[in-house]
């Protein structure tokens, strides 16, 4: 039994335990920070195992979900990081959020005696086993945090097969990167989805050259061209395939950072013929979202960042992380303001959403409910999938 052991054995260990966070953020270049909060909380030092003294900054952390099973699948943490003034930016040294994906994250426990500094700082230091996981997935970002889905590497003896990481349930192929528009030196992986979303089907309908978006919640987005009707419950009929919306009043962010509430419409098809009043929850409904193409609009961001406003630009897709007034076309790219709107979800679901998609046969930019199911998913992003010949 070590030290450590017995010194947590005791009803009261006379230390706060501590968890300790490193970031590789690029080859060989680190981040260390660890969960503070309080205002004038200061940095810590901790060594590693070869003695090396390193210097944790305090950053708001909420981590979820952590722990060992010993059957079923492994457990995907979360870990919530406030980012109010661009805490987590300037810690990864101004990159994208979007470049974390796919990055080690290490987790380190210890007893807070155990610092440097304090009577009880030793080479190598006394801490629990490490746990090491991979950045899987952006699951939610604002302007007040990101969070981050996190997943264990599937590791045999230190190697990776084939020269990657697996991560069940989730494609490790990079979103759109062998698409036929990515010149050939230049592809990676195996997802050929359009680079700007073009749909991967031949159809003989006569919106075959619509394209399609979706975002990470695996929502369609379609132009606010598309003429929805307002549904009213109790006197609706809705036809299968069709659009409509209904309202509802939620808290908005205003220009100036405050909050107020505002009636806001939302985004609903059809699944089928039904007068059932849309909802989340609903089998004869899917949510959509809608995006603008004007820059002398108003993009909206809200509490719930699932609802914040996207525009269409240049063909690429942009989703608002603050409102945004007349937004000049110089400032919507990846940054403080704008993040990309078109993501992939990393499921088999994301990605059957995806390459069985039609275009809707008489609405304009409209998905059909009705899919393709001829057309295969990429071969070697899921298990089970049927190879390409």
């Known amino acids: 039994m070590t030290q450590l052991d017995k010194e947590i054995q005791k009803q009261d260990p006379g230390s706060a335990l501590i968890e300790l966070y490193v970031l590789e953020y690029s080859a060989n270049t680190f981040a260390y920070f660890f969960g503070g909060v309080e205002e004038d909380l200061s940095s810590i030092q901790f060594r590693d195992e070869n003695g090396t003294v390193r ?6 952390i ?5 722990g060992a099973q ?33 990055q ?46 996190l997943a ?82 109790g006197s609706t009929t809705a036809s299968a395939g069709g659009y409509y919306k209904t309202v509802s009043n939620v808290a908005r962010l205003n220009a100036n950072g405050t909050l107020s509430n505002a009636n806001t419409n939302n985004y609903w098809q059809a699944l089928g013929a039904t007068s059932v009043t849309p909802s989340d929850t609903s089998n004869s409904w899917r949510r959509v979202r809608v995006f ?43 940054g403080l303001n704008w993040t990309t709107g078109d993501v992939c979800g990393k499921k088999i679901k994301s990605c059957r959403l995806r390459f069985h998609s039609l275009p809707h046969p008489s609405v304009s930019g409209g998905v059909d409910i009705a ?8 071969f070697g992003g899921f298990p089970n999938v049927k190879q390409r010949r």
């Open 292 to 334: 603008g193409t004007g820059t002398s609009n108003t993009y909206y961001a809200y509490s719930d960042s699932k609802r914040n406003d996207y525009i269409l630009l240049s063909g690429n897709l942009w989703q608002a992380l603050t409102t945004r007034v007349s937004p000049a076309t110089a400032e919507i790219k990846e």
């Open 152 to 233: 264990s590497p599937f590791d045999v003896a230190g190697i990776t097969l084939p020269r990657r990481h697996i991560i069940g349930g989730s494609c490790p192929f990079r979103y759109r990167e062998a698409a036929g528009s990515v010149a050939a030196a230049s592809r990676c992986g195996g997802c050929n989805w359009g680079q700007k979303s073009g749909f991967a089907t031949t159809s003989a309908s006569s919106n075959a050259s619509s394209t399609i978006y979706m975002n990470r919640y695996d929502e369609y987005i379609v132009s606010d061209d598309i003429s929805f009707t307002t549904f009213t419950a």
């Open 104 to 149: 080690r994250l290490t987790k380190r426990t210890t007893l807070e005696k155990y610092l440097v500094g304090n009577a009880g700082d030793s080479t190598p230091p006394l801490e629990f086993p490490k746990h090491t996981y991979i950045i899987d997935r952006i699951k939610d970002r604002s302007i007040l945090s990101v969070t981050f889905e």
């Open 55 to 60: 210097t944790y900054e305090p950053v708001p």
């Open 70 to 102: 010993s059957d079923g699948s492994a457990a995907r943490p979360e870990l919530s990081i406030g980012n109010v003034g661009n805490t987590l930016s300037s810690a990864i040294g101004g990159l994208d959020i979007e470049d974390l994906i796919g």
């Open 371 to 378: 899919t393709d199911k001829k057309v295969t998913l990429p």
């Open 62 to 66: 909420v981590a979820e979900g952590y």
